[in-house]
Nanobody
Framework: QVQLVESGGGLVQPGGSLRLSCAAS????????MGWYRQAPGKQRELVAQ???????NYADSVQGRFTIARDNAKKKVYLQMNSLKPEDTAVYYC?????????WGQGTQVTVSS
């Protein structure tokens, strides 16, 4: 059974940092493109950052220079380091694993940026 479990969300003040983690099980982690997405209330889910099996990375323009995605294939984990957080970063953050026709999502973790 495939599971993606996110952790690390919470409440942080503007300008603060958080590190999200996503632990995968039930998949050959190393062959999957891993991504972080987010969905704010009333908005569509959007890509935040993704890293391919080969290590290619892309970021949404809105987080470029502030967020960093990384993967650890041995631990079957993907991380999202979020710095200089803004109120507009408030959303539920989801982990996604994708390879060919296979596509899996985690349950999400809430990130709230507020003073």
């Amino acid at each position: 059974q495939v599971q993606l479990v996110e952790s690390g969300g919470g409440l942080v003040q503007p300008g603060g940092s958080l590190r999200l983690s996503c632990a995968a099980s039930g998949i050959i982690f190393s062959i999957y493109t891993m991504g972080w997405y987010r969905q704010a209330p009333g908005k569509q889910r959007e890509l935040v950052a993704q890293i391919t099996s080969g290590g290619n990375i892309n970021y949404a323009d809105s987080v470029q220079g502030r967020f960093t995605i990384a993967r650890d294939n041995a631990k079957k984990k993907v991380y999202l380091q979020m710095n200089s957080l803004k109120p507009e970063d408030t959303a539920v953050y989801y982990c996604r694993a994708a390879a060919a026709v296979r596509n899996y999502w985690g349950q999400g973790t809430q990130v709230t940026v507020s003073s």
